[in-house]
């Protein structure tokens, strides 16, 4: 039972460096709820239709006030991946280099385009004085679109007019096993034994994404192949060729099978989508309620870019104040309200033997709450990223919107500069109005998503 435990906890960001003994408390001695012998808390999280299941950042903040920064608590079992170390070295090198994920906005930049077209579009069809209804699915387009350019090196098509009809069989596939795997998550698997409908449903989703990918995936093959024949001079070897794209690279260096290629393909597709989108609605509602915030923004942007210029990643170096904005965004409605790690050896936690085998939680969003580790922690206040010279240097360790590790977000470097020019390329055009006349709470649709549909209406600035 022990070692099914999960402990969570702040990451303890200031370790006792100073080699002074220290008592350690045994891992028992860790407060948490008592739950039940077998399945732990799971009762409480499924109760009231599942309440602390769409409010888990909720459930950490209570469990931290109730327990202390360290708690422990017990869900069941989970499993682990054992491949995912040799996928992430070959997927890394890729992904999370500044200057290969920098080459990308040229593309990011024309999805953007394609998005602004889309949004003006929605708003003369809409006639809602400026508002875009149902902005989370234009936003959900924008990612699907960006992440799909960069994986498939092609566009997808569900932001041309007409829309692809498969691109859209693809992007409402990706959505809905989304929303569905959050509805299945917390539940033992009997659905699958008894083949229920919505199991069957579930699985088509997952046909389906893998049939296209697949497809997409065969037809960049085909192409490579094609590119190498053609190619004069044999001397040339494609495969050594910095300059490769992501799917070509994958392809050409052989080192993953085909089936390993989709899967590892459709789990980037699937953790993109969301996320960078759910981020950008929040900064939207943040930028709409707070002109003053807006017109400190537009005043960088207009600085560092030339009238009708697109931004790049050189750009948005310069644009310190857009960068900070988007982190205390992350700070305020972190998209994953922690991350779970397994420990493979003893270790001692804010005082505790934590044994080997257990399931540590970071609890990202009690950090993002905890006035010892952001004063004001209430306030939104982008100024607390920007460093400068009469200011202490950041913990590094206090941005966790990504996570840290050899395990972080491999997306990270795609997700920044994409969500960047996004915000870059809106506030030079237009000026963000939010509709919401309430505060909006989160609510987990697998990620921490807002609970009630964000209002933004875009008005052309006119220079
Ligand atoms: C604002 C946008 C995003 C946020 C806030 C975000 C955040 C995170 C976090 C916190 C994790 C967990 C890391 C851990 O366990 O330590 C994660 C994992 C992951 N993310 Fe992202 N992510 C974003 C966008 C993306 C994008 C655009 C992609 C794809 C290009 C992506 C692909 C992944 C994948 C594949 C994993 C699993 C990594 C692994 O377990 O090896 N994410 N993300």
Same mark, same amino acid.
């Given at each position: 039972?022990?070692?099914?435990?999960?402990?969570?906890?702040?990451?303890?960001? #200031?370790?006792?460096? +100073?080699?002074?003994?220290?008592?350690?408390?045994?891992?028992?001695?860790?407060? !948490?709820?008592?739950?039940?012998?077998?399945?732990?808390?799971?009762?409480?999280?499924? $109760?009231?239709?599942?309440?602390?299941?769409?409010?888990?950042?909720?459930?950490?903040?209570?469990?931290? %006030? $109730?327990?202390?920064?360290?708690? %422990?608590?017990?869900?069941?079992?989970?499993?682990?991946?054992?491949?995912?170390?040799?996928?992430?070295?070959?997927?890394? #090198?890729?992904?999370?280099?500044?200057? =290969?994920?920098?080459?990308?906005? !040229?593309?990011?930049?024309?999805?953007?385009?394609?998005?602004?077209?889309?949004?003006?579009?929605?708003?003369?069809?809409?006639?809602?004085?400026?508002?875009?209804?149902?902005?989370?699915?234009?936003?959900?387009?924008?990612?699907?679109?960006?992440?799909?350019?960069?994986?498939?090196?092609?566009?997808?098509?569900?932001?041309?007019?007409?829309?692809?009809?498969?691109?859209? %069989?693809?992007?409402?596939? /990706?959505?809905?096993?989304?929303?569905?795997?959050?509805?299945?998550?917390?539940?033992?698997?009997?659905?699958?034994?008894?083949?229920? #409908?919505?199991?069957?449903?579930?699985?088509?989703?997952? =046909?389906?994404?893998?049939?296209?990918?697949? &497809?997409?995936? +065969?037809?960049?093959?085909?192409?490579? &192949? &094609?590119?190498?024949?053609?190619?004069?001079?044999?001397?040339?070897?494609?495969?050594?060729?910095?300059?490769?794209?992501?799917?070509?690279?994958?392809?050409?260096?052989?080192?993953?099978?085909?089936?390993?290629?989709?899967?590892?393909?459709?789990?980037?597709?699937?953790?993109?989508?969301?996320?960078?989108?759910?981020?950008?609605?929040?900064?939207?509602?943040?930028? !709409?309620?707070?002109?003053?915030?807006?017109? %400190?923004?537009?005043?960088? /942007?207009?600085?560092?870019?030339? $009238?009708?210029?697109?931004? =790049?990643?050189?750009?948005? &170096?310069?644009?310190?104040?857009?960068?900070?904005?988007?982190?205390?965004?992350?700070?305020? *409605?972190?998209?994953?309200?922690?991350?779970?790690?397994?420990?493979?050896?003893?270790?001692?936690?804010?005082?505790?033997?934590?044994?080997?085998?257990?399931?540590?939680?970071?609890?990202?969003?009690?950090?993002?709450?905890?006035?010892?580790?952001?004063?004001?922690?209430? #306030?939104?206040?982008?100024?607390?990223?920007?460093?400068?010279?009469?200011?202490?240097?950041?913990?590094? *360790?206090?941005?966790?919107?990504?996570?840290?590790?050899?395990?972080?977000?491999?997306?990270?470097? /795609?997700?920044?500069?994409?969500?960047?020019?996004?915000?870059?390329?809106?506030?030079?055009?237009?000026? /963000?109005?939010?509709?919401?006349?309430?505060?909006?709470?989160?609510?987990?649709?697998?990620?921490?998503?807002?609970?009630?549909?964000?209002?933004?209406?875009?008005?052309?600035?006119?220079?």
């Amino acid at each position: 039972i022990v070692n099914q435990s999960t402990a969570v906890g702040n990451l303890d960001h #200031k370790p006792n460096g +100073n080699n002074e003994s220290v008592e350690v408390k045994p891992f028992s001695e860790i407060p !948490g709820p008592k739950g039940l012998p077998l399945i732990g808390s799971l009762l409480t999280v499924l $109760k009231n239709d599942g309440y602390y299941i769409k409010k888990t950042h909720l459930y950490m903040i209570m469990n931290a %006030k $109730k327990y202390g920064r360290i708690h %422990k608590d017990k869900m069941g079992n989970f499993d682990e991946g054992e491949e995912w170390r040799r996928f992430r070295s070959i997927l890394d #090198k890729k992904l999370l280099k500044v200057k =290969d994920v920098s080459a990308y906005s !040229g593309r990011m930049n024309d999805v953007i385009t394609d998005l602004i077209n889309y949004l003006t579009k929605k708003q003369l069809e809409d006639d809602l004085n400026g508002e875009i209804s149902n902005l989370r699915d234009c936003l959900y387009k924008w990612s699907f679109e960006t992440i799909g350019t960069i994986l498939y090196n092609k566009r997808l098509g569900t932001l041309q007019d007409p829309p692809n009809p498969i691109a859209e %069989k693809f992007y409402h596939s /990706v959505c809905l096993m989304f929303e569905q795997s959050n509805d299945l998550a917390p539940i033992p698997p009997y659905y699958k034994y008894f083949k229920t #409908k919505y199991w069957k449903d579930y699985c088509q989703l997952w =046909d389906t994404m893998f049939e296209i990918a697949e &497809q997409l995936i +065969n037809e960049e093959h085909q192409r490579l &192949q &094609q590119i190498m024949q053609d190619i004069a001079d044999k001397s040339v070897d494609l495969r050594r060729s910095e300059e490769l794209e992501f799917l070509p690279y994958v392809l050409l260096r052989g080192e993953l099978n085909s089936d390993e290629i989709v899967g590892n393909i459709i789990d980037l597709m699937i953790a993109a989508v969301d996320t960078s989108a759910n981020t950008m609605l929040w900064t939207l509602y943040i930028l !709409g309620k707070n002109p003053e915030i807006q017109e %400190k923004l537009y005043q960088e /942007v207009s600085n560092v870019l030339k $009238k009708g210029e697109y931004p =790049d990643s050189g750009a948005i &170096q310069k644009m310190s104040y857009l960068r900070a904005l988007i982190k205390e965004t992350q700070r305020m *409605y972190p998209i994953l309200p922690g991350v779970p790690r397994f420990i493979d050896t003893d270790i001692v936690l804010a005082g505790y033997r934590i044994p080997a085998n257990t399931r540590i939680m970071a609890g990202f969003c009690v950090m993002s709450c905890d006035e010892s580790i952001f004063d004001e922690p209430t #306030k939104f206040k982008p100024e607390r990223w920007i460093r400068s010279p009469s200011k202490r240097r950041l913990d590094p *360790y206090i941005y966790t919107a990504f996570s840290f590790g050899p395990r972080m977000c491999i997306g990270r470097r /795609v997700a920044e500069l994409q969500m960047q020019l996004l915000i870059a390329r809106l506030i030079s055009q237009f000026r /963000v109005e939010c509709r919401n006349t309430g505060e909006v709470g989160q609510i987990i649709r697998t990620v921490a998503s807002p609970e009630t549909d964000i209002r933004i209406a875009l008005e052309p600035r006119i220079n």
